[in-house]
């Protein structure tokens, strides 16, 4: 039950930002996959998030299902 509470707060500040939540989740993601350093972590607020980010969230994306579908572990398309 408080994984999800952190979750909807998290879409909800993002929603009070004007941020798209799938955006930001899926750029907050990758970024922590990415080896983010913790010291990094306010950089990951969705009030610091912008939809200029929006196009590399989207090829960063890309990029990992590409690297899935030649690992054959994908096979559906993005977009």
């Not at 509470?5 to 989740?25: G, H, M, Q, R, W």
């Not at 922590?32 to 969230?57: D, H, K, Y």
Request: with cysteine.
């Amino acid at each position: 039950m408080e994984n999800w509470a952190t979750i909807a707060s998290l879409i909800e500040t993002c929603k009070l930002n004007a941020v798209d939540p799938f955006d930001y989740l899926s750029a907050a993601l990758i970024s922590i996959v990415n080896s983010r350093r913790q010291s990094q972590i306010t950089e990951l607020m969705p009030w610091t998030f912008c939809a200029g980010q929006t196009a590399r969230v989207f090829r960063q994306l890309e990029a990992v299902v590409e690297y899935l579908r030649d690992k054959t572990l994908v096979h559906y398309k993005v977009g």
